[in-house]
């Protein structure tokens, strides 16, 4: 799995972060997605595949998915 994020189209809601904190994070100063990991290990993906599905802007991008 690759991930990739739109910085562009994050509105900072953080469900990502509370879903996959080892994969996202947020910039203090704005909310704004940060991806930690973007090819996370396979235990990661189902929590990384539900904060896409969850993300309310659609930021994020999944590739190569199992």
């Known amino acids: 799995m690759k991930i990739t994020v739109d910085e562009a189209k ?3 809601a953080g469900q990502c972060v509370l879903l ?3 994969v996202f994070d947020q ?3 704005d909310g704004i ?3 930690r990991d973007a090819e996370p290990p396979p235990g990661q993906h189902p929590a990384v595949r539900e ?3 969850m993300c309310p802007a659609a930021a994020i991008t999944l590739t ?3």
């Open 10 to 12: 994050c509105c900072g």
């Open 20 to 22: 996959a904190p080892h």
């Open 27 to 29: 910039r203090e100063e």
């Open 33 to 35: 997605v940060q991806l």
């Open 51 to 53: 904060a896409a599905t």
């Open 64 to 66: 190569g998915t199992d």
